[in-house]
């Protein structure tokens, strides 16, 4: 154990000379090669990502690379998920130590200019909400003039809370913590009326208490926190990649493709050409990408279409309770817009 | 006239001492109510040890320990207090291994964990046979072979590149201690190049154990490990460090005195940051140093500094005497080191020494920041991520802090222990 040290350190240096060539290679024939997805994604957020008791991987982001994965290489299992935390993941992905990241990594013009990454789209919507005990009585963000607030320091949150405040002329107190848990921990004690971060942390932190209905989330939105994949810039065919699954996702919802009717609709080709194209029974969409005409299938087949996993990981009947909201298809009022498969 | 005088004649018999000088009622006067400040004392102390235990002991008696999630919890205890220990029950394994490991092969790292306890009380009781070491010597390579697994040539190839650079040493450091060391080093670099390619050639497609990677470690099986690995790396090269410091050779002066300083002042997170994250763009997606290794290079460096200070000390507080008798006799410098100099100042830093292996044990858990999932980067992690157990923050802390505290307190009553065994003043 200790002395492999030197071991290690001589089979790397020379692993390094013959590595070098393999650089060189597309980001899609490297993990063709490897027969792995390496995706990174959380540490462990509730719905989003967590392993469960026997180490398997769930969550909506989780799926996301599932989905990928599928499409690629035919298998929703061969992901090798590197959990990464909010410091570690950017220079995981610069590195190469992962091919995509789905931890819930919010779009901002510098993280996809300046640090030369590329958004391929937005698979949960999400923005700073509050919480607040419903004995308290508010219906509206804007009945909290003068309540104490919780909320985490150094966060773009608190930012936005001192904005929120200052343009609705109200006036507040923070009390300021460190980490959702601690967060938790206070509002609960009483030490503040209100628990502000996050709409989808907020949901995840008040299915854990012990009385949920007790609390409220209140219906202001006061910042926009638009959550996506990203890869590195510079592959462009692999960018399309991510993109088009994550799209294919989401127009499935749309088209009333799910898992339960995908054997189906994707047996021959059925009377919507949409249909038609994105499972891969007309046109070669998937050949254009360089991948097989099945890409999209494969995709939606290992997790279901954007709605069942929604429902699955976060939406309503799960502990976590999210309604669609923002995240609705566009056709029932919500921002879901999947370009067209032609 | 009579005489009145009185002269007792016999003894009396004894009478019982009065009741407020013995027994326990004596030892309350003196020990809790001896005045009336000390007596208002005793009793707000113990009502707040009654407050303490009135609210951890029905907690802790009144847990559930079956449940399979919190809410069931919150069910079977209807809002009496108790502990939700389901948690650990449940995800017992994944404290313990990580939650990577695969669970048939849970048998290899308890394996090692045993086999530990033999290589490691030679080491730290140094009353039994001299002969045991033999086997201390060749545990890191069964322990490597256990945990990790994949085909036996590279621990055997360490081990022999050792043993090589060993038996160099042997032959040459009785004339020249200097090219003995070197000697040693050149001998195990080259058998290491040529084990390198036979262990290449003859890697078999199915070996023996299952390679694990070390990205699925995980669990207080890594705190341990790395903690181990590190204290046993870095107290020979504290040692090294505390010497060079002391050298008269100016470059080596320098070096050690450079390194010392830079690596104590820098944060270790800083360290482990550097580790993680910044040496992976100093190498192709493909070869990185293995995430352990850089791990237990980046404490192992940290502790050293540390250690090497601890034993400076130990060298400044020798009488220079010692170092004049060792000089008068005729011995020569790694010879007067080995024999007069370091025993004697080891012995002082014992503490010192222990005190930054305590330190250094707790640190394993900064390994959770750059994610790697020991005990407490389960349980912030995946754990409290969990739909099932998401709210349990006392119960797994407490635990958490409960194995620590085992280990530490175990590590610092062998240091008393050790301590009062080599005390040989006459203090």
């Given at each position: 154990m200790k002395k492999s040290a030197f071991l290690g350190a001589l089979t790397v240096a020379s692993i390094a000379a013959s590595a070098a060539v393999a650089q060189d290679a597309s980001t899609v024939d490297q993990i063709k090669e490897r027969g792995k997805l390496n995706c990174g994604v959380t540490t462990g957020l509730v719905g989003f990502a967590a392993p469960d008791a026997n180490g398997q991987w769930n969550g909506f982001d989780v799926g996301v690379c599932r989905a990928v994965a599928a499409a690629v290489l035919g298998d929703a299992n061969a992901v090798e998920f590197v959990p990464t935390t909010g410091k570690t993941r950017f220079t995981a992905l610069a590195s190469g130590e992962i091919d995509m990241l789905a931890r819930n990594t919010t779009w901002t013009f510098s993280r996809d200019v300046d640090l030369k990454f590329?958004?391929?789209?937005?698979n949960y919507y999400d923005g700073q909400g509050f919480m607040v005990a419903k004995d308290l009585g508010a219906t509206s963000a804007k009945e909290l003039d003068g309540a104490t607030v919780c909320i985490q320091t150094g966060t773009t949150t608190e930012l936005n809370l001192a904005d929120f405040f200052r343009a609705n002329d109200m006036s507040y107190e923070p009390v300021p913590i460190e980490t959702n848990a601690e967060a938790q921990q206070q509002y609960l004690a009483g030490a503040c009326d209100v628990y502000t971060t996050d709409a989808s942390g907020l949901a995840a932190t008040r299915a854990t208490f012990e009385d949920p209905s007790a609390h409220v989330l209140l219906p202001e939105i006061i910042s926009k926190e638009p959550l996506g994949p990203l890869v590195r810039h510079g592959d462009n065919e692999w960018g399309d990649i991510v993109r088009w699954t994550l799209n294919a996702l989401i127009a499935a919802e749309e088209l009333g493709v799910t898992s339960a009717n995908i054997g189906e609709l994707g047996a021959s080709a059925g009377a919507n050409p949409e249909i038609n194209r994105l499972l891969g029974t007309e046109g070669t969409l998937g050949e254009m990408l360089g991948l097989d005409a099945e890409w999209a299938k494969r995709a939606i087949m290992a997790g279901g279409n954007y709605g069942e996993l929604f429902a699955k990981n976060?939406?309503?009947?799960?502990?976590?309770?999210?309604?669609?909201?923002?995240?609705?298809?566009w056709t029932e009022g919500g921002l879901l817009y999947a370009p067209p498969f032609r | 006239m009579a005489d009145l005088s009185f002269v007792r004649s016999e003894m009396l018999p004894e009478r019982a001492p009065p009741a407020t000088e013995v027994g326990i009622v004596k030892w309350l006067r003196t020990n809790l109510f001896s005045t009336w400040p000390n007596a208002l004392l005793t009793i707000a102390a113990f009502y707040v040890i009654y407050l303490v235990l009135a609210g951890v002991l029905p907690w802790l008696f009144g847990g559930v320990w079956t449940t399979s999630s919190l809410s069931e919890c919150r069910e079977v205890l209807q809002g009496d207090v108790g502990g939700c220990f389901s948690v650990l029950t449940e995800r017992w394994n994944q404290l313990i291994y990580g939650f990577k490991y695969p669970t048939e092969l849970y048998w290899r790292p308890n394996l090692a964990l045993v086999l530990l306890a033999f290589a490691a009380a030679p080491v730290l009781f140094?009353?039994?046979?001299?002969?045991?070491l033999l086997f201390t010597a060749i545990y890191p390579f069964i322990a490597y072979w256990l945990v990790w697994g994949g085909p036996i040539g590279v621990p055997v190839t360490a081990f022999v590149g050792i043993l090589g650079a060993y038996l160099v040493f042997e032959r040459f450091s009785a004339s020249n201690f200097a090219l003995g060391a070197l000697g040693g080093v050149a001998a195990a670099f080259v058998l290491w190049f040529i084990g390198g390619y036979l262990v290449d050639m003859m890697a078999s497609e199915n070996p023996l154990l299952t390679p694990v990677a070390s990205r699925d470690l995980g669990g207080f099986m890594l705190n341990l490990m790395l903690g181990v690995t590190c204290v046993s790396l870095s107290i020979p090269l504290g040692i090294a460090l505390a010497l060079g410091r002391q050298s008269s050779m100016p470059l080596i002066k320098g070096v050690c005195v450079i390194f010392i300083e830079f690596i104590r002042g820098v944060p270790l997170i800083t360290l482990l940051f550097v580790a993680s994250v910044m040496l992976a763009y100093f190498f192709p997606p493909d070869a990185t140093v293995d995430l352990f290794l850089r791990v237990v290079i980046m404490i192992t460096l940290f502790s050293s500094a540390y250690i090497a200070e601890v034993i400076r000390g130990g060298l400044a507080a020798l009488p220079k005497g010692q170092y004049e008798a060792a000089d008068s006799l005729g011995l020569d410098y790694p010879q007067a080191m080995r024999f007069i100099i370091l025993p004697q100042a080891l012995k002082i830093s014992i503490p010192g020494i222990v005190n930054v292996a305590v330190g250094l044990f707790k640190d394993t858990t900064l390994v959770s920041v750059i994610s790697m999932f020991d005990l407490v980067g389960m349980i912030r992690g995946p754990i409290l991520a969990s739909q099932e157990w998401n709210g349990v923050y006392w119960e797994l802390l407490g635990f958490a802090a409960l194995l620590f505290f085992v280990v530490c307190y175990g590590i610092s009553q062998y240091s008393q222990w050790l301590e009062r065994r080599l005390r040989t003043d006459h203090r």
């Open positions: 590329e958004f391929v789209g937005v976060i939406g309503e009947d799960t502990p976590i309770a999210l309604a669609r909201g923002l995240n609705a298809q | 140094f009353d039994l046979p001299r002969k045991l």
